[in-house]
């Protein structure tokens, strides 16, 4: 391992939130790049209101918009609510004016479906929650099955806890390995799920078929 260097580089970092938004897509990529060694984040909607998550819990914006500065990495999540607003004018315009300077224009789960909209992913492999992938692709992306796909300075999760991966991902890009394995570890990241059926291709059809009953059941349609 390389001698860590004091002087790193400073990175801004937006992660828009929004109403009905998955929180784990961007608290997974929150909390790798809160641990990162010079960045400053900001937390971007229309307004500073509190905001609630399709899982009820609430988060505060704390930069609209209007006030945000230009970012290094945009990056925003999916989640049931993104139907609402999905082809809201203000936030795909925000996005596509932060996203043709940024640095790295990412996403994690659905919220790689308001980046096509925004005209992002034009000739960009994209991945996106397992059971969105045939949305994303009527938007003409070439969808990527991996759960995280990186096609030039664009960086794509997988559905909801790809977000971490993806945050990893994202660390190594701006900082190098070392400090994104020293991410990993500190933040005890070694999963063992209970079950190998965390992706379509693990899980088998009869599994997907029940899980797509689930959804419809207890979630109502895909966004």
Request: hydrophobic letters at 40%.
């Amino acid at each position: 391992m390389t001698e860590l260097k004091p002087n790193w580089p400073r990175y801004v970092i937006g992660i828009v939130i929004y109403p009905g938004m998955t929180t784990l897509d961007v608290i997974g990529p929150q909390t790798v790049f809160a641990g990162l060694p010079n960045v400053e984040i900001h937390r971007v909607w229309k307004t500073l209101a509190p905001i609630t998550g399709d899982d009820g819990m609430v988060i505060e914006p704390d930069t609209t918009f209007t006030d945000c500065p230009p970012v290094d990495v945009i990056c925003i999540g999916g989640g049931r609510g993104q139907s609402a607003i999905i082809d809201d004018a203000e936030l795909l315009d925000f996005l596509k004016s932060q996203g043709e300077q940024a640095k790295f224009v990412t996403s994690v789960c659905g919220g790689s479906e308001f980046l096509a909209k925004a005209g992002l992913l034009e000739g960009y492999r994209a991945a996106t929650h397992w059971a969105a992938r045939p949305k994303l692709a009527e938007l003409g992306v070439e969808v990527g099955t991996e759960r995280v796909v990186v096609d030039r300075n664009r960086m794509t999760g997988g559905g909801v806890t790809a977000g971490i991966d993806f945050g990893l991902t994202v660390a190594k890009a701006l900082y190098g390995e070392d400090v994104a394995k020293i991410s990993q570890l500190l933040m005890e990241y070694d999963p063992v799920p209970p079950y190998d059926v965390g992706s379509p291709e693990k899980a088998g059809p009869e599994l997907i078929e029940k899980a797509m009953q689930y959804m419809l059941q207890t979630m109502g349609p895909m966004p």
